[in-house]
């Protein structure tokens, strides 16, 4: 599956669309909330919530648990989303990665930029890429944009989900409102464990099974 995840509203009410061939088949919206950070992803046949609130110590006490955001099946607690650090024998080898625990299952997703060449989010389960996305470096309005590359169909949940959690830490621009603006999100990563999560040729051979050729 290829599905595009676009912001369809900033300022204090964000909102997502997600599309494959062009067509919404889900949407997710964040109303503005004082202290906490809820979003409704509205997906086929099901909705999820996904909640960031550092004063629920229910699911733990440590300052991990509490910057965690967790994630609801409805109103049953089914995973958390949470970053982290991967340690290596050379401090300058360290980098950051995100887990996503879901119903048993583990994520494990990695920011990889190229600087102007491309920003992109690895998505691994057991030792396996299963998705690639890759956000567009120029955004109008504040408004960001992600091409998911899915290896699955069935990975198109965790994988929205996340995306949603990523815009909303990373490019969230909340209470940011023009009339016209438009700047480029460039990161460059230097460890080469890191950059070795991105596989080029993923995307290709994601493409070349729905006909589409560079």
């Known amino acids: 599956m290829i599905a595009d995840i676009i912001q369809t509203k900033t300022n204090f009410n964000l909102s997502w669309n997600i599309l494959c061939n062009g067509t919404v088949i889900a949407d997710a919206e964040a109303p503005f909330m004082p202290n906490m950070f809820l979003s409704e992803i509205r997906l086929p046949g099901e909705i999820r919530k996904l909640i960031y609130d550092p004063s629920d ?36 080898g360290s980098y950051p990665y995100y887990e996503y625990q879901e119903n048993g299952e583990i994520y494990q997703v990695y920011e990889v930029g190229f600087g102007m060449k491309g920003l992109y989010l690895c998505f691994y389960k057991d030792g396996h890429l299963i998705c690639t996305v890759e956000k567009e470096l120029t955004t109008v309005n504040f408004k960001d944009k992600y091409k998911c590359y899915l290896a699955d169909d069935a990975y198109l949940t965790v994988v929205a989900t996340f995306v949603i959690y990523y815009d909303t830490v990373s490019y969230g621009d909340i209470m940011d409102l023009a009339v016209y603006s438009k700047k480029k999100s460039v990161v460059n990563t230097y460890q080469k464990a890191l950059k070795e999560k991105y596989d080029p040729e993923f995307i290709p051979r994601i493409k070349a099974m729905h006909g589409i050729y560079d």
Do not use: C, E, N, P
Not at 59 to 74: E, H, I, N, P, S
């Open 57 to 92: 110590t229910s699911y733990g006490k440590t300052l991990q648990d509490r910057l965690a955001f967790r994630v609801f099946d409805k109103d049953h607690y089914i995973g958390s989303i949470a970053g982290k650090t991967q340690m290596v024998k050379k401090f300058f």
